[in-house]
């Protein structure tokens, strides 16, 4: 059988399709790039926020008339569970977070029996994990291991606990032993994926903890970068902070989400910080590393928000000027508590003070960036540039993105790369030497 996957939402969610397609590829299934060569359209889901549910909803509307037999896995399947097969007939499975891992099964039982099937149950730790410890096709210089899955903060916005579960932790030595493979397959960057990383090992009291990991991980051979997304500022501890600059391998950037600078809304967030300590955290990273490039998260039109709420979180924006920030509109998502708080806001107010916020950001991101001209930055090769025609594009282990003219075959390889010009999304720069390996 011929399969496509659309994925939706995190890179967590791209992660988990690409092991669900070796899953399948184990079973004698073949993967293929469009949903018109397919049997079988895979649709891998986020519910985090709105518009990628609505798109979902939508794309099984649009693929329906195609006649293919359609699998939702994910978020918005754990979500709605049987209710998408009663409301959409072309569905023929319908299956959830932590069951991911009983794909090839499902789908044979569903071929077999000529029935709809959905499994969306919160099962034990170790078998809800059990999906990743699938060996990747690694064919690229960069891959994502996952060490946790689910959350236990119960933020008030936040959906993720009750489509993803309760924390819980890999062993240790399942993902040095991922990692390690990863690394003698020609993997150089890792990027380790959890919805709170700095409480890796918290459920695993004779494991390692988080810091224990990354120092690890430091050891192995081959390994030149390591990333780990996502932290939450009260979680993200000195131990973890004072790896920034000490460890070579560990990259010196962060996306630490802040979600607003009022102290009122964060916490009716339940965030769990206050405004001060977030900056406290950033004082000490800076203090390790002062070039640490930031990245963040932001919500915009919280319940109850004020302007001079509003007006705390741009000021804080500008006392931090992060590199990068991710910015939303807040949505109302079921099951949470802020969804039943007083002061929703109208939507055109949350749109302008998007704009507003997303101004300020761009102004930023683009000083930012031209400040980088002049540098020699190292650049892990990803793959030919959409712009300009010739170039290649890599990152830089601050995390942007160089488009540079090659110089011989240097695809998968670390380079050295002289920026002369930077833009609002991207750097333009010249290879300065032979590749570093």
Do not use: W
């Amino acid at each position: 059988m011929k399969f496509y996957i659309k994925t939706f939402g995190c890179q967590m969610n791209v992660n988990e399709s690409r092991k669900v397609a070796a899953l399948l590829a184990r079973k004698g299934h073949d993967h293929v790039d469009t949903p018109e060569e397919a049997d079988l359209i895979l649709i891998n889901t986020c519910s985090v926020r709105e518009k990628p549910e609505k798109k979902v909803l939508s794309l099984v509307g649009r693929l329906a008339p195609m006649g293919k037999m359609i699998g939702v896995m994910g978020c918005v399947a754990q979500q709605y569970g049987s209710e998408l097969l009663e409301k959409n007939d072309e569905i023929k499975f319908v299956l959830g977070t932590q069951k991911l891992h009983r794909i090839g099964d499902i789908l044979d039982d569903v071929m077999r029996d000529h029935k709809n099937l959905v499994d969306v149950n919160f099962v034990d730790a170790k078998e809800s994990l059990e999906i990743f410890r699938e060996p990747l096709i690694q064919t690229t210089c960069s891959a994502f291991v996952t060490i946790m899955q689910g959350c236990d903060n119960f933020c008030s916005y936040c959906i993720v606990p009750f489509v993803r579960g309760r924390e819980r932790s890999r062993p240790s030595a399942e993902i040095i032993s991922e990692i390690e493979g990863l690394a003698a397959k020609g993997v150089l960057e890792i990027s380790l994926l959890g919805q709170n990383v700095n409480r890796y090992g918290l459920d695993r009291p004779h494991d390692l903890t988080f810091h224990d990991l990354l120092n690890k991980i430091n050891a192995i051979k081959g390994l030149r970068r390591v990333r780990f997304i996502t932290s939450q500022p009260a979680s993200l501890g000195d131990d973890t902070m004072n790896l920034f600059g000490r460890l070579e391998t560990l990259c010196e950037s962060i996306h630490l989400p802040f979600q607003s600078g009022s102290d009122r809304i964060l916490k009716l967030m339940g965030r769990g910080y206050t405004r001060g300590e977030y900056l406290e955290k950033i004082i000490k990273l800076r203090k390790r590393v002062p070039e640490i490039a930031l990245s963040a998260d932001v919500i915009v039109g919280f319940p109850g928000e004020t302007e001079q709420d509003f007006n705390e979180t741009l000021s804080l924006i500008r006392e931090v000027r992060f590199d990068t920030l991710f910015s939303f509109i807040y949505t109302p998502r079921p099951f949470t508590r802020a969804s039943d708080y007083p002061g929703q806001l109208d939507k055109d107010i949350k749109t302008e003070r998007l704009q507003r916020l997303q101004a300020v950001q761009r102004a930023i991101t683009l000083e930012k960036n031209r400040q980088q001209a002049g540098k020699i930055k190292s650049v892990l090769v990803e793959g030919k540039s959409k712009y300009p025609e010739g170039y290649l594009m890599g990152r830089t282990r601050d995390n942007r993105i160089v488009n540079f003219e090659p110089r011989g075959d240097v695809m998968a390889r670390e380079v050295a790369v002289r920026i002369v010009e930077g833009f609002q999304n991207s750097l333009l720069g010249v290879m300065e030497e032979e590749p570093c390996i």
